[in-house]
């Protein structure tokens, strides 16, 4: 199947990856050829097969107790952060 | 013999006869390390130091008495598996510096068990990939050359780091992980060990998502018997992994050597792929008379979706990576591009930081969850799914284990990749089957073609069975006999 350039920025815009004019071509034509493989998949019958959602063999997964069981890690938490102040992550202005 | 030469079971009984220390052990690794990662690339940090310290506490654990099983055994821990203080990287430029401020599970558990890690190995970038050449950090040497050929060759993926560090005796085993072969197909291009247990059967906890239904952690070594000795310490319930399955886990070891009197091999008919070489399908011949001489009963079975699984896993994987690496913003953690807003920011930061694939995983993946397309791929892949699962099952109705080669070809040249990502996706369909349906399968390598390559046999168990797996691949590696070892290994080459 051919994917065209509006679906595939709207694709990247979605997903946050900045692409330029050829990485969007580059990128239009190996999505194209890999979803066009995909379409094998249009020949199995799949009428009445429920979706399989997970792989785990216990079908119901268990609930924890809503408690609090951990916390107190402001440090452990923003040790990563490229850019803090503070007990803050920091981003760019949002609102003016 | 060199201590780097022996297995785990030999090395954890020559330290408790005190015939070595584990500090002797541990030099003789991290020398070779020295030695070989700077052609191999194996590992993408290496903690001789924390390595050393480990061992000096391990020789007190072992003088004191009583010491559990890997109490001072070097291992490779693939840099997906978050430690403690450790930089982890993912092979990724997004995570930058990223050191965890807490220690997975799975390498928790390994601890608690005594190990010794000497390094985080080299991976494809999140794990995506056949091959190792998407790594941030360099690809990885094979450690094995073609019969007078110098070609570099790529160790698979995308544990190929901790395959090829396992093979040329950088460590004595190390962790992997398979989403849809990334333990297996390694393992058979380096002519080692690899063994994917059970969805659930290990924690995912701390290990860096790919996809969450299919990834699932286990050991890479140089026999049957201490990739055994090496899930026993992974595996375990764990409360904080919901998928993580509540079930006992038995003793692996004793499955060794056990008698495969009355087994039923399955020898689905599907794996027999057109175009298929000679050489593998001698190979995949050979080792179905192995198990018939060993006692097994061999059965001709069929798994009717199996030509779909690719195409699925291409879907629900994709699907799943999306909406995981979603968390990578340039916000909380790792690397960050500045931007005049904030989309720019995150715009930037994940062009810079992802690599081709992960980028091209990432748009698929957001494509098929994206209105209009959910439903005609990713719904239809989830009911596929389905049905390939129901393969599975319908198959071990009627036998216990199915033997299949683990893939398509032997380990191929860092230029001898195809350009085309679909073709190079094909790399994965013999292992992806069993990912998708969340079946254990273990690889074992049996011989080596005609150009002096390793050549590996997949077998694939029922749910929580991986004790008839050991077992079977225990007869399989006994009846091979496979002693060949690669071109660059410790103490062979430098």
């Not at chain 2, 070595?20 to 690794?29: P, V």
């Amino acid at each position: 199947m051919s994917l065209d350039l509006a679906t595939t920025r709207r694709i990247a815009k979605l997903a946050r990856i900045g692409l330029d004019d050829q990485e969007i071509e580059t990128v239009r034509a190996q999505m194209g050829g890999i979803l066009g493989w995909i379409e094998i998949l249009n020949e199995v019958d799949v009428e009445g097969v429920p979706p399989m959602v997970g792989t785990s063999q216990t079908t119901a997964l268990p609930q924890r107790q809503d408690a609090v069981t951990d916390g107190d890690r402001q440090n452990d938490v923003l040790a990563n952060a490229p850019d803090r102040e503070g007990p803050f992550f920091t981003v760019p202005k949002v609102v003016e | 013999m060199m201590l780097t030469d022996l297995t785990i079971a030999q090395a954890a009984e020559g330290l408790r006869k005190r015939d070595f220390t584990a500090a002797e052990l541990t030099n003789a690794h991290v020398k070779a390390i020295d030695a070989l990662n700077g052609r191999l690339n194996a590992y993408i940090t290496v903690t001789a130091d924390q390595a050393k310290e480990a061992a000096a506490q391990a020789d007190k654990t072992l003088s004191a008495g009583d010491a559990p099983t890997l109490t001072g055994i070097p291992l490779g821990i693939k840099d997906l598996f978050c430690t403690k203080g450790v930089r982890t990287t993912a092979a990724s430029r997004i995570l930058g510096d990223f050191t965890p401020t807490y220690e997975s599970t799975v390498t928790a558990n390994l601890l608690a068990n005594g190990a010794v890690f000497v390094g985080k190995t080299n991976l494809d970038e999140f794990a995506m990939g056949s091959t190792n050449l998407t790594s941030a950090f360099g690809v990885v040497e094979n450690p094995w050359r073609r019969n007078g050929d110098d070609t570099p060759l790529v160790p698979g993926g995308s544990s190929g780091g901790s395959a090829a560090a396992v093979a040329a005796h950088l460590a004595m085993g190390a962790t992997g992980t398979d989403t849809g072969g990334s333990i297996r197909q390694p393992a058979a291009y380096c002519g080692i060990v690899g063994l994917k247990p059970t969805y659930g059967r290990c924690s995912r906890w701390g290990t860096i998502a790919f996809a969450s239904s299919l990834d699932q952690a286990g050991p890479m070594t140089r026999t049957v018997e201490d990739a055994a000795i090496m899930l026993a310490a992974m595996a375990g319930h764990d409360a904080k992994d919901s998928t993580s399955a509540n079930i006992a886990v038995p003793d692996y070891r004793a499955a060794c050597g056990r008698s495969l009197k009355g087994l039923r091999i399955g020898v689905p008919a599907e794996y027999r792929a057109p175009g298929m070489s000679a050489e593998l399908q001698a190979v995949w011949d050979r080792g179905v008379a192995m198990l018939r001489e060993a006692g097994c009963e061999i059965v001709d079975v069929s798994l009717p979706h199996t030509k779909y699984g690719l195409a699925t896993y291409y879907i629900i994987a994709p699907a799943e990576a999306s909406s995981n690496l979603a968390r990578y913003d340039g916000v909380r953690f790792g690397d960050r591009r500045e931007g005049a807003s904030l989309n720019e920011l995150y715009e930037r930061t994940r062009h810079d930081g992802f690599g081709e694939e992960v980028r091209r995983r990432v748009l698929v993946g957001t494509y098929v969850l994206s209105a209009g397309y959910y439903d005609a791929y990713y719904l239809r892949a989830q009911k596929i799914r389905t049905l390939i699962q129901r393969d599975f099952t319908q198959a071990f109705e009627s036998v216990d284990v199915l033997l299949t080669p683990t893939a398509p070809t032997a380990a191929f040249g860092h230029n001898e990749k195809p350009e085309d990502p679909v073709q190079m996706y094909l790399n994965d369909v013999f292992t992806v089957p069993a990912s998708m349906a969340g079946q254990p399968a273990l690889s074992v390598p049996v011989s080596l073609d005609s150009t002096g390559l390793p050549l590996g046999l997949q077998l694939i168990g029922r749910h929580f069975d991986e004790e008839t797996l050991i077992a079977v691949g225990s007869a399989l590696e006994k009846a091979a006999d496979f002693t060949a070892r690669p071109t660059f290994r410790a103490g062979a080459a430098a």
